[in-house]
């Protein structure tokens, strides 16, 4: 069974720096895409950013450009989300998702559409202080 489990969420002052970890286990994702969202009440979960399979590729939400890192531990099944100069703006639950139902996306547009993803995490909240 695949289980997605996001951590290092949490509290932190604008303008700190927070890094998301995703541990995945049931099945290898060393060479799936990989990708980032959040979501606050009432509103359509946001592709944060999002790694195609061999992590050549990266893509970034628009609010995030040049704050965030999306990266891979192939070894350790994990995926991180390094969020810096935050924002109470960026105050969400995080979600990690994996796996694109398309196995072979051909826009980039694929990466940022949540019901793209076939796994999710159970999201971890992030709240930014003013």
């Known amino acids: 069974q695949v289980q997605l489990v996001e951590s290092g969420g949490g509290l932190v002052q604008a303008g700190g720096s927070l890094r998301l970890s995703c541990v995945a286990s049931g099945r290898s994702f060393r060479n799936y895409p990989m990708g980032w969202f959040r979501q606050a009440p009432g509103k359509e979960r946001e592709c944060v950013a999002a790694m195609s399979w061999s992590a050549g590729n990266t893509y970034y939400g628009d609010s995030v450009q040049g704050r965030a890192t999306i990266s891979r531990d192939g070894a350790a099944n994990t995926v991180y989300l390094q969020m810096n100069s935050l924002k109470p703006e960026d105050t969400d639950v995080y979600y990690c998702?994996?796996?694109?139902?398309?196995?072979?996306?051909?826009?980039?547009?694929?990466?940022?559409?949540?019901?793209?993803?076939?796994?999710w995490g159970q999201g971890t909240q992030v709240t930014v202080s003013s």
């Open positions: 998702a994996a796996d694109l139902r398309d196995p072979l996306p051909s826009s980039p547009s694929i990466y940022y559409s949540a019901s793209q993803y076939r796994f």
